[in-house]
């Protein structure tokens, strides 16, 4: 049985919701690479796979109580609550850094990724016959996934509902953005940028008594693909979970070694020397979102010029992403020696 966590795991969870927020709004980073490497990923999967139809009788029979523990209502909820408060205040610091210095944030991810392989690798012992091929899939899916070329926008419900699926991965897999599958798939700027937008001008124009968006089929058809989206997404993070818990449960290692092999293979996208590659219009001039953004659309990667400055700044920063990791890896360490030693109650 688990130990009961102090406040101190209570404060550490929470930043660990931070973290995760913060890495799903870069495309390209996986906020389930976050609870890979933290050490919470399998409670975390084993948390989302208890969202099914036993909950659900509990809820609806008021065993509040049962229901709350059931599903461990307090870890999701710490989790969540660091997630949307990383909305609000990490996600827009991370935004100013990408506007001005976009090759140190990738070069801070990239070294806390080769930080999580060192993490995930130096205790995965079981190397065999079963496992090398495993990690050898998982590596080539990762290598792949980064060098794909995006598709165009497709608003189909279907096909907006299977992009809902697919986005939720990045919480569910690790190595796996779920932002740049977006980008890949087409649909980042109709489901992540125009459906939010359109979603935040709909409450601000119902809190103020305006009701003429009823009137705005454009509305009304983007309201309907961020509901199809949404959908999609809640459907994907059960499915993922409930496939995930039970891969977990009867192939760990087999499993691990593909989710290890994949985030090696992630390494692609986060090279932090690329050109963004941005949407043009007809006339080569670059086409914006709603926020006024210019629309990503790939990225060209180089090798770096050693004889620049920032080139070994941008170093610097892989190292320090990478000391990150070992200072989470340090911790985790260290909690797992006083959960032996803390008396059961």
């Not at 999967?45 to 209502?73: D, E, H, P, T, V």
Request: glycine letters at 8%; aromatic letters at 16%.
């Amino acid at each position: 049985m688990q130990q009961p966590r102090t406040i101190l795991d209570n404060f550490f969870l929470v930043i660990k919701g931070l973290c995760m927020g913060a890495a799903n709004k870069v495309p390209g980073v996986s906020g389930g690479i976050v609870a890979f490497v933290a050490g919470f990923y399998e409670e975390f999967i084993y948390s989302l796979q208890k969202l099914n139809s036993k909950a659900l009788k509990l809820l609806f029979n008021g065993r509040f109580r049962s229901f709350f523990r059931y599903i461990n209502a307090k870890f999701l909820g710490l989790l969540i609550f660091g997630m949307l408060v990383s909305y609000f205040s990490v996600s827009r610091i991370l935004d100013y850094f990408l506007k001005h210095n976009e090759l140190f944030v990738w070069a801070t991810f990239f070294g806390m990724v080769i930080g999580s392989i060192y993490h995930i690798g130096k205790d995965f012992s079981p190397w065999n016959k079963r496992t090398i091929p495993a990690g050898l899939i998982g590596l080539i899916i990762g290598i792949s996934i980064s060098f794909l070329n995006p598709a165009k926008e497709n608003d189909n419900l279907l096909f907006i509902f299977f992009c809902g699926i697919v986005s939720v991965s990045g919480m569910t897999l690790p190595g796996l953005s779920g932002s740049f599958i977006l980008i890949l798939m087409g649909n980042y700027v109709l489901l992540l940028v125009d459906s939010v937008n359109a979603l935040y001008d709909t409450f601000s124009e119902l809190f103020s008594g305006d009701f003429t968006f009823l009137n705005n089929a454009e509305r009304l058809r983007t309201l309907k693909i961020l509901a199809v989206f949404t959908l999609g997404s809640i459907t994907g993070l059960v499915t993922f979970s409930h496939l995930l818990s039970y891969l977990l449960k009867h192939y760990k290692s087999t499993t691990t070694a593909v989710l290890l092999g994949f985030i090696t293979g992630s390494l692609g996208v986060l090279w932090p020397w690329k050109k963004t590659i941005f949407k043009l219009d007809p006339a080569n001039n670059p086409i914006l979102d709603t926020n006024g953004n210019k629309i990503i659309l790939n990225y060209t990667r180089y090798f770096p010029d050693m004889a620049k400055a920032e080139t070994w700044w941008a170093i610097l920063f892989i190292l320090m992403g990478i000391l990150v990791l070992l200072i989470l890896d340090w911790y985790g360490n260290n909690r797992k020696k006083n959960e032996q030693i803390r008396p059961s109650r």
